[in-house]
């Protein structure tokens, strides 16, 4: 028997948080129906889109309220340069957005989306050591 696949034809709500399960990670529904995943007290959400073609894994931090909008810049800019698999930005709320899609189209292997996850998650904790050279998140 060969490993499980995920596939845009597969792809569902209830097989990710399964696998999350399986891998003994924390995860939970929240009130408007999405996956929310947690490892070591960080944690993201799984979003799947309407094309089936990707999972979309974005997390959040929210920045001082005093930081300025150079700064916050500034920290994005510097984890965009460092980490070539996660993509940061900064949301019309001011807080920090990581995100990064898994490509599902084809197939990929259970263990590849969950280890790809895992990964993810350890990406913003390592960025706010590494680029909050200004501090905004102390």
């Known amino acids: 028997m060969g490993e499980q696949m995920v596939s845009s034809e597969n792809l569902s709500r209830d097989l990710l948080q399964s696998l999350f399960d399986a891998a003994f990670?924390?995860?939970e529904i929240d009130e408007e129906g999405d996956l929310f995943v947690r490892e070591q007290g960080v944690g993201c959400f799984a979003l799947i889109p309407?094309?089936?073609?990707?999972?979309q894994l974005m997390g959040f931090?929210?920045?001082n309220e005093d930081a300025s909008d150079a700064a916050r810049l500034e920290f994005v800019n510097a984890v965009n340069r460092r980490?070539?698999?996660?993509r940061a930005y900064t949301n019309q709320h001011g807080r920090v957005v990581f995100d990064t899609f898994i490509p599902v189209e084809g197939g990929i292997s259970a263990r590849s989306v969950v280890l790809a996850t895992k990964r993810f998650?350890?990406?913003?904790?390592e960025a706010l050591r590494a680029c909050d050279t200004?501090?905004?998140?102390g």
């Open 61 to 63: 931090a929210t920045p």
């Open 83 to 86: 980490y070539v698999v996660v």
């Open 25 to 27: 990670m924390e995860t």
């Open 121 to 125: 998650l350890s990406i913003p904790g």
């Open 134 to 137: 200004a501090n905004i998140f």
């Open 50 to 55: 309407e094309s089936r073609k990707h999972i």
